[in-house]
């Protein structure tokens, strides 16, 4: 097993930090940041979705899983973006060593 | 229970206290039986708070809070870690059902840091919110609040810095690559001010003034905590902000 960290600011300032354990996939996801998310406990749902998930895909998948999770838990994420999350995923993955 | 206003004067307690009691408070607005609560406090001992999505050991220097005696504790809300000097420092919550307050969460931030704005202004200080969360002084962040929303409650809670001790501050919070890549542009000592240094007025003047403009417009009493609130904080202190559990939760 790998681990991988990204850390990035949004626009406003506010930072989403990824750290990924990686193996033949996604094997599990930690966000961490000072951004808002309401209700504070989705960002459990929102690990679990994007763990388990292959390595190779594209940030639009990873936005997407974010996206359901919002969704189905009726979250709103303020301070940062499903996008941003992506990307900071797919950043944690490049930089597994 | 009709849209009275309980305004709860200056307290001082510890960090697991303090966010005990916003969550009691919360619970019992929850279920019908505490007022929509204004209060003001301070921390004993000093303490660092940090947001729910933080890292405590990636934010807090845990030994240097340690051997000075500073407690470390983590809010039910999101945001960054804030430093909260006993000397230099007014803390607030405004905790109240949701229906009480725009929906936007964007707006909302703007009403009750408005109330902060106000009062900043009757001491003479030129302040405005800056979204999403902050309230400067000429352009430099004198206020940080953070909001949550649970069970239709609305809690908003903040810090309003009377003084600023950069030196003790950045010797409890870890300041990562990402902002001192900021710094590089700007120094800290450019982008915060507090109180103090923009004008001559006493802790008990600003208490005063921002006290007087959260209440402006609303009814109000001044009344205790109730025995619910306080047995109910009692349990959340001990069990919930004092366990590592809780703090190191990430």
Sequence with gaps: MATGEFSLKAKNGKLVRVKAVIGRTVESVQITGDFFLHPEESIIAIESALSGQPLNETESFFEEKVSSVLSDSNAILHGISAHDIALALKGAIANAR | ?250
């Design chain 2, 1 to 250: 229970m009709p849209d009275e206003w309980r305004l709860i004067e200056l307290e001082i307690h510890s960090a697991s206290e303090n966010m005990a009691l916003d969550e009691a408070c919360l619970d019992e607005i929850a279920s019908g039986n505490s007022p929509p609560t204004i209060r003001f406090y301070r921390w004993k001992p000093s303490a660092v708070s940090i947001g729910y999505f933080q890292s405590i050991e990636s934010e807090v220097n845990l030994d240097e809070c340690a051997k000075n005696g500073i407690d470390v504790v983590r809010r039910q809300t999101g945001g960054g870690a804030v430093f909260h000097d006993y000397e230099n420092e007014i803390t607030y919550s405004i905790i109240a059902p949701e229906k009480m307050f725009p929906k936007g969460i964007t707006e909302s931030y703007r009403e009750i840091c408005g109330f902060i704005v106000s009062g900043l202004e009757i001491l003479g200080l030129h302040a405005e919110f800056k979204p999403i969360n902050d309230v400067l002084v000429n352009g430099k962040k004198v206020s940080g609040n953070a909001q949550t929303r649970r069970k239709g409650v609305l809690l908003q809670h903040g810090t309003i810095l009377y003084g600023l001790d950069l030196d003790r501050m950045f010797s409890v919070l870890r300041v990562g690559s990402e902002k001192i890549s900021d710094k590089a542009i700007q120094s800290v000592r450019d982008r915060v001010t507090s109180i103090r240094d923009e004008c001559n007025s006493s802790y008990g003047e600003c208490l005063s003034a921002i006290e007087s403009s959260f209440i402006e417009g609303k009814t109000h009493y001044f009344s205790p905590w109730t025995s619910a609130e306080l047995l109910r904080a009692k349990e959340l202190a001990e069990k919930k902000y004092s366990a590592r559990e809780w703090n190191y939760l990430r």
